[in-house]
Structure formats: structure tokens, C-alpha cells
């Protein structure tokens, strides 16, 4: 903006943006640079006049010399400009990250407050009560269901363990002290006669028979008249 401008309350002109000024100044940047490479390249063919005009044509070589010289300084201010440029823009794009960040961190706490805007943490604390509550009464419902109530309530522990315990003592008996045990029970006689036994009684009749016949007359006559 002008002097006349400013004076009389011109347009305002609009500050660009930390990435606009950064990319001028990489622009400006590149630019130093190439002049930078140029003037060196003239100051090497400056000194290579000056070279081959040291003996032959002082003149020359000394109006290569002065040129050297002014081409040097303008490189030294090149070099200072270029120190400045760049550690300008390394704080502008310190600044433009850091506003990066700022911003972020900013969004994060503008969400974090909308999604904790209908939440009280007294609220939570009860609700965190109440589940405790209920995984208690789950814990109880559990315990109560589990329980054999129904089924063989009524039979008293120290009865089943007295009983166990004789069993024990009846086991320990058998096996360490030596008690013997119950002669087990012999089978009972069989009732029919053993085959040896059959065939005597057998013999036994038939002979009893036999004799019987003998004193028979009539035996005696049948006897006869078969023989």
C-alpha cells in the first residue's frame, strides 16, 4: 500500500497465510540460489582472466580482479540474505505447525466436551452403584440356585461323616491289622445222586430183584422153560 494510502485510509491489504509466506520464501529462497551459483561461476572466470593477464596485461588482469572483488560482495550479501530467508521460514513453518497442532488439540477438546455434555458424574457414580447392586443379586440368585435345597436337605453331615469314618476304620482293619474275613459260604449238596452212585443202587436193585425171583415158583418154571 502507498504512503497516500495508508494516510488516507486506503484498501487494507489481506496477510496471507503462514503457508502462502512460506511458499514465497521458498520461491525467493530458489531464486538467491541460482543467482548465488551464477556470481560464483563469474567470480571463477574473473580470477581465471586475472590469471592469464598477470604478466601480459596487468590492466586486464587487475580490472578482472576489482570485478572479483564487487562480485564477492554481492555474494556475501546473497549468503546473509539467504541466512535470514531461511531462518525466517523455518519459523514460519514452525509457527504453521505448531497452529496445525493447536488446532487439532482444539477439535479434540471441543469433541471430548460434546460427548461428555449430557454426562454428570454423579449420575455415573450411581449407575456404577447400581450395577454393583445387580451383580450382587445375580451373585445371590446364583448361590441360591445351586444350592440343593430340594434335594437331600435332610440329611445331616456328621451322620454321613461318622459313617465314613467307621468304613475307614473297617478298611484299616482288613488291611494293616489282619482281621480275617467271613469264611464265604460252602455250596449246598446236590440233591440227585452222582452217576457212580446211580449205577450202584442200580446193581443194588437188580440184584434184589433177582433174589426175589428165586423165591418165586412161578419165576422158577419160567426160568426153566426159557432155558
Request: glycine share 4%.
Amino acid at each position: 500500500m502507498s504512503f497516500f494510502g495508508k494516510m488516507f485510509g486506503g484498501k487494507k491489504e489481506v496477510a496471507p497465510t503462514t503457508g502462502e509466506a512460506i511458499q514465497k520464501l521458498r520461491e525467493t529462497e530458489n531464486m538467491l540460489i541460482k543467482k548465488q551459483e551464477f556470481l560464483e561461476a563469474k567470480i571463477e572466470d574473473e580470477l581465471n582472466i586475472a590469471r592469464k593477464n598477470a604478466s601480459k596485461n596487468k590492466r586486464v588482469a587487475l580490472q578482472a580482479l576489482k570485478k572479483k572483488k564487487r562480485l564477492e560482495k554481492q555474494l556475501q550479501q546473497i549468503d546473509g540474505t539467504l541466512s535470514t530467508i531461511e531462518m525466517q521460514r523455518e519459523a514460519l513453518e514452525s509457527a504453521n505447525t505448531n497452529t496445525a497442532v493447536l488446532t487439532t488439540m482444539k477439535n479434540a477438546a471441543d469433541a471430548l466436551k460434546t460427548a461428555h455434555q449430557n454426562m454428570d458424574v454423579d449420575k455415573v457414580h450411581d449407575m456404577m452403584d447400581d450395577i454393583a447392586e445387580q451383580q450382587d443379586v445375580a451373585r445371590e440368585i446364583s448361590d441360591a440356585i445351586s444350592n440343593p435345597v430340594a434335594f437331600g436337605a435332610d440329611l445331616d453331615d456328621e451322620d454321613l461323616e461318622r459313617e465314613l469314618d467307621e468304613l475307614e476304620q473297617e478298611n484299616f482293619d482288613k488291611e494293616i491289622i489282619g482281621i480275617p474275613e467271613p469264611a464265604p459260604t460252602l455250596p449246598e449238596a446236590p440233591t440227585e445222586d452222582l452217576p457212580e452212585k446211580a449205577k450202584e443202587k442200580k446193581k443194588a436193585a437188580t440184584t434184589a430183584a433177582t433174589a426175589a425171583d428165586d423165591d418165586d415158583p412161578d419165576m422158577k418154571m419160567l426160568l426153566s422153560w426159557s432155558n
